[in-house]
């Protein structure tokens, strides 16, 4: 059984920084794409970042100054940092994996999904 775990959430005040890992096991081989989300109450959940197994990034526009995404290949772990976290960073934050290189093309369709970690920054 596949498993996404998430961690590195918790309180933070303004200005701060945050980096957020996820792990994944069951996996038999290594995912050809991993993304970060987030989903803040009332609001639809929004991709943050996403990295292909040859390290190709893409951001989305809103936070491409603030978050870089990166990837132990030899575990598959994945993290997030977040630097200069707003108020509005606060939300419950995701990581997906999926097999599919083109995966890596899109925000959507993700098969493997972690069950999130909350941020929450105070101002």
């Known amino acids: 059984q596949v498993q996404l775990v998430e961690s590195g959430g918790g309180s933070v005040q303004a200005g701060g920084s945050l980096r957020l890992s996820c792990a994944p096991s069951g996996l038999r081989v290594g995912p050809n794409c991993m993304g970060w989300f987030r989903q803040a109450p009332g609001k639809a959940r929004e991709g943050l970042c996403r990295i292909d197994r040859d390290g190709r990034t893409t951001y989305a526009k809103a936070m491409k100054d603030r978050v870089t995404i990166s990837k132990d290949n030899a575990e598959n772990i994945l993290y997030l940092q977040i630097n200069n976290v707003k108020p509005e960073d606060t939300a419950m934050y995701y990581c997906?994996?999926?097999?599919?290189?083109?995966?890596?093309?899109?925000?959507?369709?993700?098969?493997?999904w972690g069950r999130g970690t909350q941020v929450t920054v105070s101002s």
């Open positions: 997906a994996a999926d097999h599919l290189f083109s995966r890596c093309d899109t925000w959507s369709g993700f098969t493997y």
